[in-house]
């Protein structure tokens, strides 16, 4: 299995790497966020089957790389770090972090933790192999209905008429879309959105949420889970576009 290690301290990274390769892994090492992004692109190699992503990365936060590798696919991640908070813990996996292991680790409770994750998602085809199922397939436009949400350009239109959003309520909109009919969780929309803890963010949401309902004139378009959270509910097709805001 290929494996990216994501990790700034070269002597903790040579140490590991040796480790993993009497394992059977083959191991590259990106010193940071961006050098790993760069090694998940698509490439004629074998894709990665698990990174390991430590959090204190020189150039960007780990909890950023994470949202960020989970935008360009499934590929596991177990992030490995000495933030032993439970805030941090809730917030990595809220991100899209398979696991989460506090150093110092035991070594083979990381490679059983490895192999757990690896298990869990089914393997990438290899180069040249089937291409993915077409629902599987990235989308770049979102139909719900009367609602368009084109993720490229991140433009909303409402029965064909353009609504001007911002960034954080594209975000939202564009999140709750993805799964129309699943409720994501407060928890998991903040740390998705802002990239930050529930704490001190709730009230952020609650505006967001408010002020998406009245610019796309769609009040039910966004259901309230009391007690958990906020899920979308596919709206007709035929739905006037709201006026002008007054």
């Avoid at 990365?57 to 490995?80: A, H, Y």
């Amino acid at each position: 299995m290929r494996l990216l290690l994501v990790e700034d301290d070269d002597h903790v990274a040579a140490a590991l790497s040796a480790v993993l390769s009497r394992h059977g892994f083959d191991v590259t090492h990106a010193r940071s966020g961006e050098e790993a992004l760069q090694s998940l692109l698509p490439g004629d190699r074998e894709p990665f089957g698990v990174v390991l992503l430590d959090l204190g990365l020189p150039d960007q936060d780990g909890f950023e790389v994470c949202g960020r590798i989970r935008r360009l696919g499934s590929t596991p991640v177990i992030m490995v770090t000495a933030r032993a908070d439970v805030r941090s813990r809730i917030h990595g996996l809220n991100l899209g972090a398979d696991d989460y292991v506090v150093k110092p680790y035991d070594t083979g409770e990381l490679l059983a933790r490895i192999h757990a994750v690896s298990r869990r998602r089914p393997s990438a085809p290899p180069p040249g192999g089937e291409p993915p199922a077409e629902e599987d397939a990235p989308r770049e436009a979102l139909r719900l209905g009367a609602v368009t949400i084109e993720l490229p350009t991140r433009q909303v239109a409402v029965g064909g008429a353009a609504v001007p959003l911002t960034r954080k309520e594209f975000d939202l909109l564009a999140l709750l879309a993805q799964r129309p009919g699943v409720v994501f969780r407060r928890e998991q929309i903040i740390s998705e959105v802002w990239r930050t803890s529930w704490e001190g963010t709730g009230r952020t949401l609650e505006v967001h949420v408010a002020s998406l309902r009245a610019k796309l004139g769609m009040p039910a378009l966004i259901e309230t889970v009391r007690g958990v959270g906020y899920r979308l509910v596919t709206p007709p097709a035929a739905v006037a576009p709201a006026g002008p805001a007054s």
